[in-house]
């Protein structure tokens, strides 16, 4: 069955500190691979995917992650992580084919310490 | 606005009562998707539309809940005889086609509360 799992339900880190954000995915066939952002009243805001091609993909707001296809891995880091980047995080898997319906982690909430 | 859009915002209701929620989608955009995203949880997918039929509807619940989308933009999420369990955000997301490759771009969703 398809699925995506991300381990941690909650982080916090400091203010300028690294972030990663793991992500697990289960699924059949080549997966596309996703990362989205959730802020209180805010919809859901792509950061990065990955179809194909190299394997570190760069997003929005100094994230990357990086495919790790013998892990099943799509982990999603920032070197230095701002107050601002307090949200919650949703990794997804989808399709190649006709159409994408994704298939969303349960997310990880981040927390930035001052 | 260039986005997707979604109305009401919040919606209230009471259990057994009918309910209809909307999605504008962006203007051109083909492709448009219903997600429900239940507290501390991921979205899930509800049913796909590409163009005005719908061409996965194997996220819905049950028969309770049916979407429509008559002209190929906006679509209604319908909800008949709510329950409690029905309480949630609803998302509604539109790409420009509906190939893996493109893009979903996301409203704003509808909290629904079943009391």
Do not use: M
């Not at chain 2, 859009?5 to 009471?14: G, L, R």
């Not at chain 2, 507290?39 to 996965?56: N, R, S, V």
């Amino acid at each position: 069955a398809q699925s995506v799992t991300q381990p941690d339900i909650h982080i916090t880190v400091s203010e300028g500190a690294s972030l990663e954000l793991r992500c697990n995915y289960s699924y059949g066939a080549t997966p596309y691979l996703f990362w989205y952002v959730q802020s209180p009243g805010q919809g859901l805001q792509l950061l990065l995917k990955y179809f194909s091609g190299d394997t570190l993909v760069q997003g929005i707001k100094g994230f990357e992650a990086e495919f790790k296809r013998s892990q099943s891995s799509f982990n999603l880091r920032k070197p230095s992580v701002h107050w601002s980047d307090a949200a919650e995080y949703f990794c997804a898997v989808g399709g190649s084919g006709g159409y994408n319906k994704l298939i969303f982690g349960a997310g990880t909430r981040l927390a930035v310490h001052p | 606005g260039a986005g997707v859009s979604q109305t009401p915002s919040n919606k209230v209701t009471e259990k057994g009562k009918y309910v209809e929620l909307r999605c504008d989608p962006i203007s051109g955009h083909t492709a448009l998707y219903w997600y429900r995203q239940s507290l501390g949880q991921g979205p899930e997918f509800l049913i796909y539309f590409q163009g005005t039929g719908a061409a996965d509807d194997s996220g819905l619940p049950n028969d309770r809940f049916f979407a429509v989308r008559p002209e190929g933009s906006v679509s209604t999420l319908k909800i008949q005889r709510t329950e409690r369990g029905d309480s949630a955000v609803y998302l509604c997301a539109s790409s420009f086609k509906g190939g893996g490759n493109n893009e979903q771009f996301f409203g704003p969703g509808t909290r629904l509360t079943v009391l």
